[in-house]
Antibody, heavy 122, light 106 residues
Framework: QVQLKESGPGLVQPSETLSLTCTVS????????VNWVRQPPGKGLEWMGT???????DYNSALKSRLSISRDTSKSQVFLKMNSLQTEDTAIYLC????????????????WGQGVMVTVSS | DIQMTQSPSLLSASVGDRVTLSCKAS??????LNWYQQKLGEAPKLLIY???SLQTGIPSRFSGSGSGTDYTLTISSLQPEDVATYFC????????FGAGTKLELK
């Protein structure tokens, strides 16, 4: 069955770089896109970026200068790197598979990981 | 960037009530709108895609409607297991989520 699982450090120092991994199973990264979404404690969801099945990427314009998403298809892993972290980057970070049908008419996040809590603090 | 405004932010209703949640986009999103349910401590779950298409396995008491800038999620008869926060998401231009409507039992 389809599964996604995030991993990474729970605590990051201010100004440092966050590195997270999303390990997927049950589908191929060459067939589906994967998104990163974050959720500050008690708040809403913020889309961060997408790596598409062809390896191309799209980023939230508010984060684009600090964010990089890449993948290793042989290991079924998607990576997030974000630099210059601040306290406001404290959040649960989730990865989600994107289903894309009918030339983009139907696009939705159909499977999600459980998320990893990242706290930015000294 | 397209902004999504959900209302109300908090809704209290009784079991069996018909419940309507609203999502308004800052510009026309041409029905490119999805709804998700998030229960406490869990990942979001897709309920409705492309405004009114019910995801497989989701109970038929959930339905979606709308066009242009205004969209609605309706629960025809509220059940205790529907207590959750509901998010809308537009994908007409990149992706934006609303801030959510928290649904609780009265």
């Amino acid at each position: 069955q389809v599964q996604l699982k995030e991993s990474g450090p729970g605590l990051v120092q201010p100004s440092e770089t966050l590195s997270l991994t999303c390990t997927v199973s049950g589908f191929s990264l060459t067939s589906y896109g994967v998104n990163w979404v974050r959720q500050p404690p008690g708040k809403g969801l913020e889309w961060m970026g997408t790596i598409w099945n062809d390896g191309s990427t799209d980023y939230n314009s508010a984060l684009k200068s600090r964010l990089s998403i890449s993948r290793d298809t042989s290991k079924s892993q998607v990576f997030l790197k974000m630099n210059s972290l601040q306290t406001e980057d404290t959040a649960i970070y989730l990865c989600a598979r994107e289903a894309y049908y009918d030339d983009g008419t139907y696009r939705y996040f159909d499977y999600w990981g459980q998320g990893v809590m990242v706290t930015v603090s000294s | 960037d397209i902004q999504m405004t959900q209302s109300p932010s908090l809704l209290s209703a009784s079991v069996g009530d018909r419940v309507t949640l609203s999502c308004k986009a800052s510009q026309n999103i041409y029905k490119y709108l999805n709804w998700y349910q998030q229960k406490l401590g869990e990942a979001p779950k897709l309920l409705i895609y492309y405004t009114n298409s019910l995801q497989t396995g989701i109970p038929s008491r959930f339905s979606g409607s709308g066009s242009g800038t205004d969209y609605t999620l309706t629960i025809s008869s509220l059940q205790p297991e529907d207590v959750a926060t509901y998010f809308c998401q537009q994908y007409n231009s990149w992706n934006t989520f609303g801030a959510g409507t928290k649904l609780e039992l009265k």
